[in-house]
């Protein structure tokens, strides 16, 4: 993976010190909070229930065990001894100090980390294909690529106070796991017919309050060109989107409205004048970013290890794991293993300071000390040889990381909700929490099959809800219940859609229920070998709904404590608003 | 006081801004050393246009591309930032010099901090008008927040993989 040279050092422990400074002025009142937020946020740290959040930035996911060390660090040093992995592939941590997030950067700095516009009005964190480099159907390893755009975004002095946040996502396989289709920009690296390398561009996707497939701007753009048409972009976006309200300002309301012809008009105007300048990417500068993304020291191994085919045979949960978390690699002998942090009970996407350390030592020991961070919340050790999957199964169910449920119902992606966040309409984790427990009979959960439930506290949808196949958000009825509201047919990847809303919303303790009506449906209607989805395609949302709404819903009785034990009385619980992070 | 190039100095223009009962048209122009919004320009630029000293500014919802052809008549050209956080001010400058080959002295005013002011001068500002509630030798020492940068703009043609020789792999430790 990359690693800094000295300019990267530089300039993050510069940054370091600008924020140190910075702090220092907002505890002397030098700097008023209006002024300080926007200043804090650029480097992740924002407001939130409880505490300060400290969001770090995992360039397109990829992590050393070093790096991975320092989060168990921090865990302990600075929180209460966990952190939570979001869905767009950072970490974050819930319970810091201002005075202490100094030190914390600084520490970070020491294995190349930061919490660098992981938050603001500014290019965020670059995504990208947690399987990059070892899946199979990969055409292009999009990683150096997502290195040198993060460079390249990294400090841009005319996008730093843009309308809204930016988010830009790339993929290099023939199936999409980046997502690319609801970014602000999505890249998909492709190969034309002349062999040459360049990407499609789609501009203006996105979910939230206005969710919306990206429109495509370039069917191919040479890779060259990638630095300067995307700030061909930028600079269109930055003068011309909304920023009188802030529902309406990202980029795709600007494309919406002009349409995509007017808007990539504007964008080759501009890009007339900068195309082919200094901005060019250079052979020279590609090859030494990818080089640092060559494969390991690969040994020649036989296809498929004799002892995993017989330990399988015999041991049921090592082969449920083995067919649900463990993933084909490109090289024979090896396999991509996903460490679910999904485990019933959890809130999803929480590793302890413990898990950390453990998975550190697993990278070490089994996958050429790397790790990723996945867009669902998982943790993969992308080069697994396959005789050592039966000791990892072992150590990763140990430390709970062996929930055999990758792609299944309760893989469930859920942003942190009312316990945390101040913007929330009502809680996700309890609720994925509860659901889990519902469902959390492994044989059904195979028998219903790949799925995706996808949660979030409300109309932001971190939690990727309308990309679910089965989206839940939280809505405001304005009389502080917590009510859900559901849809079905969502999907991510190549055949990315939006989900439509099957009807009226529920309250907390009649969602289990729902899912539960939804996925009736679906075993009653399911041709042989169908996926949830494909029965969503099919017949429509029209049974499902009549279905879920057939009959009243009664409230499920076991409702107990918030994930967390601080919200105490979930029954009368009443969401805690506050103004803005 | 001004910050211009890197140093305090004092400063003898004045920035005019209409208040709510005038108007472009009928706003008189002191005589002295004047920064006058784009409209007033536009609207008494024959008056205005036989001065020798004169200032323009702009409106960060207004369109550098008005001043095409005649950004050379003045002595400062300045981008208003109505708050800190609306950026459109960065893309006005950076198309003031770079599309409009604008060349004299570039000057950020209204909500203008010291924490923005390492990337004011990157797209091309010279000259910065710190909110006058804050202490301004305080606020000069934001220009020397970084001592390097990755990308192009104003200040700087080349990006860094262009200007220098950055260790490979091979190299790194
Ligand atoms: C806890 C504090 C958080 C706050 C205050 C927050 C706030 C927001 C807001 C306001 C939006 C809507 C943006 C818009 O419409 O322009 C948003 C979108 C989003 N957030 Fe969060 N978020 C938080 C945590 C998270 C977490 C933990 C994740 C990942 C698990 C996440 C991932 C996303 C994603 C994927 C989107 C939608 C994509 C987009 O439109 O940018 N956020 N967030
Ligand atoms: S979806 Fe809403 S509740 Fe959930 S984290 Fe985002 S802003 Fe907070």
Request: charged letters at 25%; a negative charge; one cysteine or more.
């Amino acid at each position: 993976m990359y690693k800094y040279d000295v300019y990267d050092h530089q300039i993050v422990n510069e940054r370091v010190a600008q924020y140190r400074d910075q702090v220092r002025r907002r505890l002397s009142d030098e700097l008023t909070e209006d002024e300080f937020r926007p200043l804090r946020l650029q480097n992740g740290l924002y407001m939130q229930i409880h505490a300060y959040m400290l969001r770090i930035a995992v360039p397109y996911g990829m992590l050393s065990s070093t790096q991975m060390r320092m989060f168990a660090h921090i865990a302990r040093k600075y929180d209460r001894g966990y952190g939570h992995f979001t869905t767009r592939q950072n970490l974050q941590f819930n319970w810091i100090k201002l005075e202490e997030t100094p030190d914390l950067l600084a520490d970070l700095a020491t294995v190349e980390m930061h919490g660098i516009q992981t938050s603001g009005n500014c290019i965020r964190n670059i995504t990208s294909d947690e399987y990059a480099g070892v899946a199979a159907d990969e055409i292009i390893d999009p990683r150096p690529y997502a290195e040198i755009l993060r460079q390249w975004s990294t400090f841009h002095p005319e996008f730093a106070y843009l309308p809204r946040k930016f988010k830009i996502a790339i993929n290099g396989a023939i199936e999409d796991r980046a997502a690319i289709a609801v970014h602000d920009i999505g890249l998909s690296v492709i190969k034309n017919e002349q062999g040459e390398i360049g990407f499609r561009v789609l501009v203006g996707g996105g979910t939230a309050r206005t969710p919306i497939i990206g429109s495509e701007i370039r069917d191919f753009l040479p890779w060259q060109h990638m630095l300067t048409y995307i700030e061909s972009i930028m600079r269109v976006y930055n003068q011309y989107g909304r920023r009188d309200n802030m529902y309406k300002s990202r980029i795709k309301i600007l494309v919406k409205a002009i349409g995509i012809e007017e808007f990539r008009r504007q964008v080759e105007a501009d890009w007339a004048d900068i195309k082919d300048g200094t901005g060019t990417l250079t052979v020279e500068e590609l090859n030494r970013v990818a080089a640092y993304f060559t494969a390991p020291a690969y040994e020649t191994l036989p296809a498929n290890d004799p002892g995993v085919a017989s330990y399988k045979t015999e041991n049921k949960a090592f082969a449920n794991w083995l067919r649900r978390n463990v993933k084909p690699h490109k090289i024979p002998g090896y396999a991509v293993v996903v460490l679910s942090l999904k485990k019933t009970g959890v809130a999803p996407g929480d590793a302890s300071a413990e898990q950390m350390d453990v998975v550190a030592d697993m990278a070490d020991r089994f996958s050429f000390g790397e790790l990723r961070a996945t867009h669902k919340q998982n943790l993969v050790l992308a080069d697994v040889k396959q005789s050592d999957l039966i000791s990892l199964w072992k150590e990763a169910a140990e430390h709970g990381m062996a929930s055999p449920n990758i792609g299944l119902l309760t893989d469930i992606i859920c942003c942190p909700g009312a316990d945390f966040c101040t913007l929330a309409f009502a809680r996700s984790i309890p609720l994925s929490k509860m659901i889990s427990e519902r469902f959390d009979n492994i044989d059904f959960q195979h028998d219903i099959g790949e799925i995706e439930l996808n949660m979030s506290g409300c109309v932001n949808a971190c939690g990727h809800n309308h990309v679910g196949h089965i989206g839940v958000i939280g809505v405001d009825k304005k009389d502080g219940g917590e009510w859900y509201q559901v849809s079905v047919g969502g999907a991510q990847g190549n055949d990315a859609a939006i989900g439509k809303i099957i009807g009226p919303s529920f309250n907390f303790q009649q969602m289990p229920e729902v899912i539960d009506r939804l996925l009736q449906v679906y075993v009653r209607e399911r041709l042989e070998e169908e996926l949830f989805i494909d029965t969503v395609r099919r017949i429509g949302m029209a049974p499902f709904k009549e279905f879920v709404y057939a009959t009243p819903i009664e409230a499920e009785e076991s409702v107990d404590k918030s994930a967390y034990g601080f919200i105490d009385k979930p029954d009368n619980y009443t969401v805690q608003r506050k103004s803005r992070f | 006081m001004i910050i211009k190039n890197k140093a305090v100095v004092s400063d003898d223009w004045t920035v005019l801004r209409l208040s709510e009962n005038e108007t472009p048209e009928s706003v008189t122009v002191p005589a002295a050393k004047v920064i006058v919004p784009l409209k007033v320009w536009q609207a008494q630029r024959a008056k205005l246009q036989n001065r020798t000293e004169l200032g323009v500014w702009l409106a960060s919802n207004e369109r550098p591309e008005e001043l095409k052809g005649e950004v050379e008549k003045f002595d400062v050209i300045a981008v208003d930032f109505p708050k800190f956080a609306d950026g459109r001010g960065y893309s006005i400058a950076y198309n003031l010099r770079a599309r409009l080959g604008y060349v004299g002295e570039l000057r950020a005013i209204g909500d203008v901090l010291r924490d923005q002011m390492f990337y004011m001068q990157r797209v091309g500002f010279d000259a910065f008008a710190p909110r006058p509630d804050k202490n301004i030798h305080d606020a000069l020492k934001g220009l020397t927040d970084f001592s390097e940068t990755y990308q192009t703009s104003l200040d700087q043609k080349l990006p860094l993989f262009r200007r220098v020789k950055r260790d490979g792999i091979a190299t790194a430790g």
